[in-house]
């Protein structure tokens, strides 16, 4: 009989909103952090409600933590009056604590006045804190609220509004400061993009196979015991003999596939295998969360 664990992540509520707020504290201070040491005293500005702040403070002077809250706060109020208050306390705590650091640090010293190395090394600190902030199941507003209400009311994907607010920022930038600007802007944001991906996926890849096999009994069995994994039989048939051929999907890591691969082989040499990433697995095996 398994044991009850108490006190888990999973079954205290308290503990989960606590280590949350963490998250989105800590992930909030790094992507302030990254935007005053690389991102604005190289002028990148990379979109969202930090780029704004930058392409403000060099047009205007004004203060980019300042110009963060004026643009944060609003955007919250909408985004709870227009889509409800699904963002709850979590998200306002971002919204605010993020220009409250940003205020903080600026007048730490840059860690670069290279453009090219603010924009990689500001894009990876502003997706792995956001990457942070997301895993406790929060944002820190911004023009993300900003997509999701023009998402609502024009019916455009919330890519494509996102993709919009961030190409005008870009826009701006190039226009503001050179072309060059523009284009480490886009660096920063493709920066981001991918650290947020790893940040909530990670390194490790598995791999997903279909194997197509006339000894699937065979075959399923040394998986199982064998390599130590699940597989899943699925019915169906040829398209040219309108046979039953089962097809076996198994999931395994990245360092067992070239195993998997020898077993099928000496198996049935003549098996049908196709194999595909599979960037998150969870279940049995795998991560629990």
Known sequence: MRRRRYGSYEDNPLFQNIIELIFILIGSAIVALAFNLFLLPNRVASGGVSGISTIM???????????????????????????????????????????????????????????LLGALFGGIGIGLGLGIVFRGRASTGGTDLAAQIIHKFTGLTLGICVAIIDGLIVLAAAIVFDIEGGLYALIALYVTSKTIDVVQIGFSRSKMTMIITNKEKEVQHAILHELDRGV??????????????????????????????????????????????????VGEGFKRS
Request: glycine content about 8%.
């Open 57 to 115: 403070d060099a047009m205007f002077g004004f203060e980019p933590a300042y110009v963060q809250w004026a643009l944060n706060i609003p955007l919250f109020i909408a985004g709870v009056i227009f889509l409800g208050k699904q963002f709850g306390l979590k998200t306002l705590v971002g919204t605010i604590f993020l220009p409250f650091i940003v205020y903080l640090s600026k007048d730490m010293d840059p860690i670069t006045k290279d453009p």
């Open 232 to 281: 899943t039989r699925l019915s169906a048939y040829g398209g040219f003999t309108n046979n039953e051929r089962p097809i076996l999907i198994c999931v395994v890591g990245q360092t067992e596939f070239t195993k998997l691969k020898e077993l099928i082989k000496s198996i049935d040499s003549e098996a049908f295998v196709t194999v595909m990433d599979a960037s998150e697995v």
